[in-house]
């Protein structure tokens, strides 16, 4: 995949394998991640699209027996060096999962901040002022505005995984991370978090697996389809939708296979 004159190469992958035991989940996969573009991994359950994720901010080595082989490049450095934290990796590379998952003893405000006190302890209006843009980063802030210290679970499963995206922004990070973020959502809830896709990548490189097809081909700039944990073809969203150069992609995205 070419990466466009006007936008510069942030997050790529060179031959990486992801393993659990000696099982390989992910195959020997290399692709590019051009800044400020979205780029969704297509591809039927069990293809390894959600391993592939995880290992972009080591969350995949956090699973027991689980391994990876290659490397994943952040602005050129090897994410899985020595020399590099996980804990500030993750900081860098947000990432909100496929059920939302706000805090739950904790109150609206507090799920956002949650973050932003990893690093030790931070002025207290320094830590407002990010939970209030994070809120609005997320379209989520004219909705709880007035209803910070409520239980987080008093929202609808939708401003749930808005929040979700409100607190992986908050530390404002460089790389967000979305795993299938509509698939527990009604249509109104899928529309919102599609719309949050087109404004954010103005401030950050997305990546996002999802099953839905037309959400790729709605929300992206660049599709990767993956079958059996191999990467078989990744391009521009339209080219890929419209002109596929591998039988395979044209098969699963004409719903003759998945």
Known sequence: M???????????????????????????VSLLFP?????????PSGCGKSTMLRCLNRMHE?????????EV????????????????????IGMVFQRPTPFPTMSIFDNVAAGLRVNGRRPRQEIADAVSRALQQAALWEEVKDRLHSSALDLSGGQQQRLCIARAVAPQPEILLLDEPTASLDPAGTQ??????????????????THNMQ????????????YLGSLIEV?????????????????YITGRFG
């Open 2 to 28: 070419a990466v466009s004159g006007n936008s510069r190469l942030r997050l790529e992958t060179r031959h990486l394998t992801a393993l659990f035991g000696q099982h390989r989940a992910v195959r020997d």
């Open 35 to 43: 800044a400020h573009t979205v780029t969704a991994i297509i591809g």
């Open 62 to 70: 956090l699973t027991p027996d689980a391994s990876v082989q290659g």
């Open 73 to 92: 490049l952040l602005d050129d450095v090897n994410i899985y060096g020595d020399a590099v934290s996980p804990v500030e990796l993750r900081r860098r």
């Open 192 to 209: 919102r978090i599609e719309e949050l896709c087109h404004a954010l990548k103005r401030l950050y490189t997305i990546v996002i697996v």
């Open 215 to 226: 959400q790729a081909a709605r929300v992206s700039d660049y599709t990767a389809f993956m």
């Open 235 to 251: 391009g521009v969203t339209n080219e890929i939708f419209t002109k596929p150069k591998v039988e395979q992609t044209e098969a």
